[in-house]
């Protein structure tokens, strides 16, 4: 009787897993189909820009490039700033804690 319950159960459990790797495979089909429609995407979005800054440039050079110019200021200042602010003080914070836990433990 308990051989052939763990010969149903064997049976069983080799369905589950048949089953398991189909849906992985199915699922990893859809992220390849997935991930391949993201890159399509992106791509096309990459050569609309392109060519939409390359007729930008060839109407008008001198209003393009310094707006070129005032856009890539801003993102320096805001990057430079801002992250290494705050992760300064979260650092000093974080490492100040475990220092003061020992010294009055």
């Known amino acids: 009787i308990f051989q052939e319950y763990s010969n149903d159960r064997a049976r069983a459990r080799r369905k589950e897993r048949e089953a398991h790797t189909l849906r ?11 991930e391949a429609l993201r890159d399509q995407a992106l791509f096309e979005a990459y050569r609309t820009k392109s060519t939409r800054e390359k007729t930008n440039s060839e109407v008008s050079p001198s209003t393009n490039f310094s707006a070129q110019r005032d856009n890539l200021s801003f993102r320096s200042n805001s990057r430079d700033n801002l992250p290494f602010q705050s992760s300064g003080s979260r650092a000093t914070r974080s490492t100040r804690n475990p220092r003061s836990k020992k010294s009055s433990s």
Not at 29 to 34: E, I, N, S, Y
């Open 24 to 34: 992985m495979k199915q699922l990893e089909a859809k992220l390849k189909q997935a």
